[in-house]
Structures are given as structure tokens and as C-alpha cells.
């Protein structure tokens, strides 16, 4: 688990940190996860690059054997959640399916901006983050995980993601170690 180097246009990628995912319950709490994406936002902006908030306002179309969701969110539930301190140079993506590259002009965004790498923090680990990651890595981003600024609310699934899959598509560290690499 060592992040070893950062790109020059590197873009920092916060998946889902929107007041109805971060309301769920998680293995690790959300104000923990919210407040180390929080510090990489920061540090990122500091230096001029790119920050993206994701958020998701649907599903995915086709069959499941998930439950249906009952009754309608609430209003506020797609909203980005106000710590993360949103600027307007941020770019803000909406996505309707677990990715956020799938259905959304992210990786047209990335590339006009040079962006060779992202970082990704958010939640949910086995879901949008992974989501996404696996995206990158198909579009041929370099990928770095905050392993420390994500979660789940399945312990298994995290563990999987966190264990198995994200260090076969690229590389995972802490949000402070990432940190850290931006000089």
C-alpha cells in the first residue's frame, strides 16, 4: 500500500459524498471518510488541480434481484455534502449509474485539462469508487485509491475492493501519504 508518484496534471475524484449516501450507514463513519476528502480537496485546489464531485441522482436501468428502495428521497439527498468546501473551478459531474465515467462528459473533461491521473476517495468502496476506478483504468488514467477515504456499507465488499481490486489498477495509499506527494 504506497502511492509512489503523482502526475504533474493529476485530478482528484470524490465519488458520491452527497448528504443521502453519507447518511447511510457505513463500516467506517462518513464524517471520518467526508473529512479526509475534505483535506485532499483542499490540498489539490491549493495547487491548481483539478477537483471533481461526483454524484449520483439514479440507478442504472435493467433487472435485479436487490430490493427496490421505498418511497421517494428526500429532497436534499443528491446534494454534495458542505464540507468539502465546493469552488467554483470544481468540476461537478452527475451520474445516473455507478461510475462516473459511464453516461457523463468526466473523461472528455479529464483529458482537455491534460489529466493523466486520478485520485479517488468516496462512497461506496465497492461500488461508485471501484466503479469508477475500473473505468479510469480502461480509459487509460493512471489510478491512486485514498484507501483512508473510503468506505462501505458492506465490510466484505470494502475489504475485496480495497484488498483485490484496486491494487490491480493501480496503486492505494492514505490521504495524508497522497497528500504528501503533491509537494
Do not use: C
Request: proline content about 5%; aromatic content about 4%; charged content about 25%.
Amino acid at each position: 500500500m504506497t502511492a509512489t508518484v503523482l502526475d504533474p496534471t493529476t485530478a482528484l475524484v470524490l465519488v458520491d459524498l452527497q448528504k443521502g449516501i453519507t447518511a447511510l450507514p457505513t463500516v467506517h463513519p462518513a464524517d471520518q471518510i467526508v473529512e479526509r476528502a475534505a483535506r485532499l480537496a483542499d490540498a489539490f485546489r491549493e495547487r491548481g488541480l483539478p477537483v471533481v464531485l461526483v454524484r449520483v441522482t439514479g440507478g442504472a436501468p435493467g433487472r435485479t434481484e436487490a430490493p427496490a428502495r421505498e418511497g421517494r428521497p428526500p429532497a436534499d439527498w443528491a446534494e454534495l455534502v458542505p464540507e468539502l468546501g465546493r469552488v467554483d473551478s470544481d468540476i461537478v459531474v452527475t451520474k445516473q449509474q455507478w461510475g462516473a465515467f459511464h453516461g457523463t462528459d468526466l473523461d472528455l473533461r479529464l483529458r482537455r485539462g491534460g489529466v493523466s491521473q486520478v485520485v479517488l476517495a468516496g462512497i461506496a468502496t465497492s461500488i461508485g469508487v471501484e466503479s469508477t476506478a475500473r473505468a479510469a483504468h480502461e480509459h487509460g488514467y493512471h489510478v491512486t485509491v485514498a484507501v483512508d477515504a473510503v468506505t462501505d456499507m458492506d465490510a466484505d465488499a470494502h475489504r475485496n475492493s480495497v484488498e483485490k481490486i484496486f491494487p490491480r489498477l493501480g496503486e492505494t495509499d492514505t490521504a495524508d501519504a497522497i497528500a504528501e506527494l503533491l509537494g
